[in-house]
């Protein structure tokens, strides 16, 4: 599983790293979401990113 | 043959009499929602001069994130197209709220001076001082066995790091808060209106001596960062500033006092979900902190203007028009959250709107969360078993602007203080601003504020 934010959508409001702070880091300045891994999510993470793509508001998160 | 009064019957056939600024819409709230989100997911409403109201949770988002065709602007020179900016009905005395009244480039290069203030790892820096302010405000109370919520806890913290993080003496606290809060509460037509507008001004004229000190010598905040500020290659005019300070300050005052307020009165309502709250703070805290925000909205929602000719979520709409984007009703939505009128500290999925959405998100948002949680962390340490009194609870009249609560008394069993009072705290906390220079952005100061005596 490969999860990617979108910075088009993302507009900082920061749930995803609150879920999965593994998955997902913020920026220090506006606090917009990147994540961590290029590659596959480990499976024992890919529970809390799908919980954290399902709460973004922005739906920025984009799972493949 | 179709004449234009044809299509626009059409276009507005999903009608709906919508006055949020009644008491009646507070003491409906639920059956409303319900009805609107059934029935008419936007509708057109009569009430002042006529407004789209969006309250279906999809709609809302379509809607809100269609910056193309939605415009935030307060043209109060009426120098562009006359837009009258986030508030329905316009007040009577038009003042531009700050970028939340703003279009991008301006409202992209404000928030830009203003992120490296208020990102998550800017905030964090603050936690310490927080901490010390929420144990002083206990402190004054503790050993009596009673509080007022709102007026020994709610009201203060939120002003107290708002001004240090503007840059403004802590000290002024007092004199900030109550006109922000009345400001909010008071209604038009009543006899302390006088009154209110009167501390209004003496807050503005505060306001305007900090921003003109500052220019001329400046010191860390986000005052600073405005003041030096290029709106679109310009120095923006002083009034635009204002507005700007009076936006960060309005939004950093009420809106959490409010979530505090509902959320204590909640939880001395259900003292089973309070216990839980206490034992499993680690994994309920957070997902607790974003269902309150959903289930009590603090900004119930905001307008905007039409700004070109558009069809989003299946309703047509023509330039100029005005809509209500209600994040309130939008969070009650039964598509994205299952049995929306109850409290599940541990939703899941809770993708709600209470911060907005878009290119506005609540710059403050990060914030607002963690005040929120060390206020309620420490209540839930210190006096586990409070109760709010629900003949002393005063709920604002109306939730139009902000569903927020004037009073919330409490009795607890009585506890020892731990430290300072407030007045010696503040001037603790003001001798350690100044020296660490806390209200630097993040790029200038990474390190946590340290706490020493």
């Known amino acids: 599983m490969k999860v990617h934010v979108d ?33 596959d999510v480990p499976v024992d993470l890919e529970a809390k990113a799908t919980e954290a793509a399902r709460s973004c508001p922005e739906q920025a998160i984009v799972i493949s | ?69 939605l415009s935030n602007d307060h043209d109060v020179n009426n120098e562009r197209k006359g837009y009258k900016g986030i508030t329905i009905p316009t007040p009577d005395v038009e003042f531009q709220g700050g970028f939340l009244e703003m279009d991008p480039p301006a409202q992209r290069h404000y928030r830009q001076a203003l992120n490296p203030y208020l990102s998550p ?15 002083a405000c206990l402190n004054e109370h503790i050993e009596t066995g009673r509080i007022d919520f709102v007026d020994h806890l709610a009201n203060v913290v939120p002003a107290v790091l708002t001004l240090a993080m503007l840059g403004v003496p802590l000290k002024n606290w007092s004199l900030y808060c109550e006109a922000v809060h009345a400001s909010v509460y008071t209604r038009h037509d009543s006899p302390e209106i006088e009154r209110v507008r009167a501390d209004q001004m003496t807050m503005f004229r ?97 307008a905007r203007t039409i700004s070109a000719d558009c069809e989003i979520a299946g309703t047509q709409f023509k330039e100029g028009e005005r809509l209500w984007l209600s994040w309130a009703m939008s969070n009650r939505d039964p598509s994205v959250f299952p049995h929306p009128n109850e409290i599940d500290l541990a939703r899941t999925g809770n993708r709600h709107h209470s911060f907005g959405l878009g290119l506005h998100r ?92």
Request: aromatic share 8%; glycine share 6%; proline share 6%.
């Open chain 2, 121 to 135: 790892a800017a905030v964090a820096r603050w936690t310490p001082v927080v901490d010390e302010l929420v144990r």
């Open chain 2, 362 to 453: 609540c710059i403050g948002s990060n914030v607002a969360r963690m005040v929120f949680k060390r206020m309620l962390t420490d209540v839930l340490d210190r006096i586990p078993d409070f109760r709010c009194d629900p003949a002393g609870a005063v709920h604002y009249e109306t939730i139009g602007v902000i569903q927020g609560m004037q009073h919330l008394p409490a009795t607890f069993t009585p506890g020892p203080r731990i430290g300072d009072g407030l007045d010696q705290t503040i001037a603790r906390m003001q001798v350690i601003c100044d020296e660490q220079r806390l209200a630097e952005p993040v790029t200038v100061r990474k390190a946590s504020a340290e706490i020493t005596d």
């Open chain 1, 7 to 39: 910075p088009e959508r993302c507009q900082g409001h920061t749930l995803c790293s609150m879920i999965a702070p593994d998955v997902f880091q913020l920026d220090d300045i506006d606090g917009h979401s990147t994540a961590v891994f290029d590659g």
């Open chain 2, 206 to 302: 505060d306001m305007f001596g900090q921003m003109t000190e500052i220019k001329a010598n400046p010191r860390p905040g986000m005052i600073d960062a405005l003041v030096r500020a290029e709106i679109n290659g310009k120095t923006p005019p002083d009034m635009e500033l204002l507005g700007v300070i009076a936006l960060v300050i309005g939004g950093g005052f009420d809106t959490t006092t409010a979530l505090t307020a509902h959320s204590l009165e909640w939880l001395s309502e259900h003292p089973a979900q309070r216990e839980r709250l206490s034992r499993e703070r680690d994994t309920l805290l957070d997902p607790a902190t974003e269902e309150f925000l959903r289930f009590f909205t603090p900004a119930p929602g905001d």
């Open chain 2, 1 to 69: 043959m179709s004449t234009d009064a044809d299509t626009d019957a059409e276009r507005k056939k999903n009608k709906y009499h919508f006055d949020r600024h009644t008491p009646e819409y507070r003491e409906h709230f639920e059956e409303i929602t319900t009805e609107m989100l059934d029935k008419c997911p936007v509708a057109w409403s009569d009430t002042y001069g006529g407004h789209w109201v969006a309250a279906g949770h999809d709609e809302v988002f379509a809607l809100a994130r269609s910056a193309e065709y």
